[in-house]
C-alpha cells in the first residue's frame, strides 16, 4: 500500500499551508505550462490521480467536463475536497494508486499532479491507466524531477579493491528515497527520466510533450524562493497518448 503520508497531521497540516493548497492551482507555478499540453476538457470524461483537495477536478468542470472522478488514498484529503465541492458530476473516492483498477475504455483523460513519484508499482499503474483511456485519450501528468528526488551528496559504495561503484543513492541507482518534508520519513520512489519514459512507451503510450518545468524570471521576482529551482527541475511535466 501507498504510504499515506498526507493522512498523518502534521504532515496534513503543513501541506494545508502551501501556496498550492491556499490558491488552488494559482498557487502552483507550474500551472500555466500545464495548461497548454492539456487536451480540450468540453464533454470529457476525466480520472485525476491523486486529487488532494479537487482542485483540478472542478477546474476541469468548469471548463466543460461532463463527469471527474477524483481519486486519493488520503481520507483527510477527500474530506477537504468534498467540502469545497458542489458538483453532483465529481465523484471523490478513496483508492491505493498502487493497487488501482479501472474500467476499460472509460476516460477521455486522466491527469495526476505531483503523485507518481509516490508509486512503487508504477508499471501496474501506466498498464491501468491505458487500458482505461478511450482510444486518442489523454494522461498528462507532473512528477518530481528525478534530478531532484536524488541526493545532491551522495555515498559511494566501495569495493574490496578499492574502486567505486555507483553512489547509494545516485542518479543511476533507483529505489525508495526517505526524506523529511512536512514530516519525518516521508518515503518517494527515485526513477529516472528515462525510466519514465520508456515505462510509457513499453505500455503502448505516445509520447507528446516533456517539459522539464523551471520558474520564469518574472516567477522568481513575485516569489523569491523559487530562485534555487532555476538550477535544477524540481519537477517535469509530461503528456502522452493512447493511440486512436
Known sequence: MTQNIYDNQDFFSGYAKLSRSVDGLDGAPEWSAICKILPPLPERK???LGCGYGWFCRYARL???AEVLGLDVSAKMLNRAKEMTND???I???EDLETLQLPKQMYHLAYSSLTLHYIEALPELFNTV???LLPGGSFVFSAEHPIYTAPREPSWLIA???QKSWPVNSYQAEGKRVTDWLAEGVIKQHRTLGTYINLLIKHGFV???LDEWGPTTQQIIDCPALDEEKERPMIFLLSAQKPA
Open 46 to 48: 476525466i480520472v485525476d
Open 63 to 65: 471548463q466543460g467536463a
Open 88 to 90: 453532483e458530476n465529481i
Open 92 to 94: 471523490y473516492r478513496q
Open 130 to 132: 491505458f487500458n482505461t
Open 160 to 162: 574490496d579493491d578499492g
Open 207 to 209: 509520447i507528446t510533450h
